[in-house]
């Protein structure tokens, strides 16, 4: 973490407005990172037909039942994330809706795995009155926080099945939500694009030129809003559906310059512009 550490506190001295979201983020990463999850891909029976529907367009999550052993882990590390919080020097609020969570969690053992599955499935919480004094956006976050930690034995099946086999979708291969970022990467055909999941982080390869979101590639539909004082940073716009997809173009930062809450300013930028963002956003502007 040491190294992820200094990136972070050399990222927020330049933008120091992203202060408070970043220790936020700290606190989870350090949780998330620390977890070893259990190893749930070469023991899945189902991993033939998985991966036949996978070649069909099916994101992995889809195709098949998810396994328990992701949904207990996961369960786990929210409710660990939770106790980070309470203890933490963040926002009241924030404190706030931990202190509420874990007060439940205590009495309903049952209700992070539910919540998992529920985020996995719906993108939301399914009218859990426990919860409806806490703010639904928080703890979809908190729950996809700890799917990306859970999820990293499947991640790297699939990136590994990525390499026999093209996906090329606007949407995640692992859980089938809508990228949050772009990434220009430099391989031997030349500069090539990277989509980086806005829920469990995942990160694919998608055509260079393209609207990920509505699969416009018309040039001249397809803009660049650059910014002068950041030049690996830019907003890529689409004309004919109106969003935009904030995009990473150096090398080096990619651990902080790709975790979404470190271009918040992206997304005002992109907003005053007239663009909307899609799918889900962990944080909210």
């Known amino acids: 973490m040491g190294t992820l550490d200094a990136a972070i506190k050399d990222w927020v001295n330049e933008r120091p407005y992203l202060k408070e979201i970043a220790q936020l983020h700290e606190i989870i990463t350090t949780i998330v990172e620390g977890d070893v999850a259990p190893e749930v891909a070469g023991a899945d029976a189902n991993w033939g037909r998985t991966v036949d529907e996978f070649k069909k367009g099916i994101p992995v999550?889809?195709?098949?039942?998810?396994?328990?052993?992701?949904?207990?882990?996961?369960?786990?590390?929210?409710?660990?994330?939770?106790?980070?919080?309470?203890?933490?020097?963040?926002?009241?609020?924030?404190?706030?809706?931990?202190?509420?969570?874990?007060?439940?969690?205590?009495?309903?053992?049952?209700?992070?795995?539910?919540?998992?599955?529920?985020?996995?499935?719906?993108?939301?919480?399914?009218?859990?009155?426990?919860?409806?004094?806490?703010?639904?956006?928080?703890?979809?976050?908190?729950?996809w926080s700890a799917l990306s930690g859970a999820l990293k034995p499947l991640k790297q099946?699939?990136?590994?099945?990525?390499?026999?086999?093209?996906?090329?979708?606007?949407?995640?291969?692992?859980?089938?939500?809508?990228?949050?970022?772009g990434h220009l990467v430099r391989t031997e055909k030349g500069r090539e694009r990277d989509l980086v999941c806005g829920c469990c982080q995942m990160k694919w390869r998608?055509?260079?030129?393209?609207?990920?979101?509505?699969?416009?590639?018309?040039?001249?539909?397809?803009?660049?809003?650059?910014?002068?004082d950041e030049p690996d940073l830019r907003i890529d716009t689409c004309e004919k559906c109106k969003c935009y997809l904030k995009t990473y173009t150096g090398e080096g930062k990619e651990q902080v310059?790709?975790?979404?809450?470190?271009?918040?300013?992206?997304?005002?930028?992109?907003?005053?512009?007239?663009?909307?963002?899609?799918?889900y956003q962990r944080y909210e502007v």
């Open 206 to 228: 998608y055509r260079r030129i393209g609207c990920p979101y509505c699969d416009n590639s018309k040039q001249e539909q397809l803009k660049i809003i650059g910014l002068d």
């Open 157 to 181: 099946q699939v990136a590994e099945l990525l390499n026999d086999h093209q996906w090329r979708k606007g949407y995640c291969p692992v859980c089938g939500q809508l990228p949050a970022m």
């Open 257 to 279: 310059a790709l975790a979404d809450w470190s271009t918040l300013h992206l997304d005002l930028i992109a907003k005053k512009h007239g663009f909307k963002r899609v799918g």
């Open 61 to 143: 999550l889809r195709a098949n039942e998810i396994n328990e052993a992701i949904i207990e882990n996961a369960a786990n590390l929210l409710i660990e994330i939770i106790d980070a919080l309470t203890a933490a020097s963040l926002p009241d609020k924030i404190i706030s809706y931990s202190q509420q969570a874990q007060a439940i969690f205590h009495k309903r053992t049952d209700l992070p795995g539910q919540l998992i599955e529920d985020v996995l499935e719906n993108n939301s919480i399914q009218n859990n009155a426990d919860l409806e004094e806490i703010d639904e956006g928080f703890i979809v976050f908190l729950a």
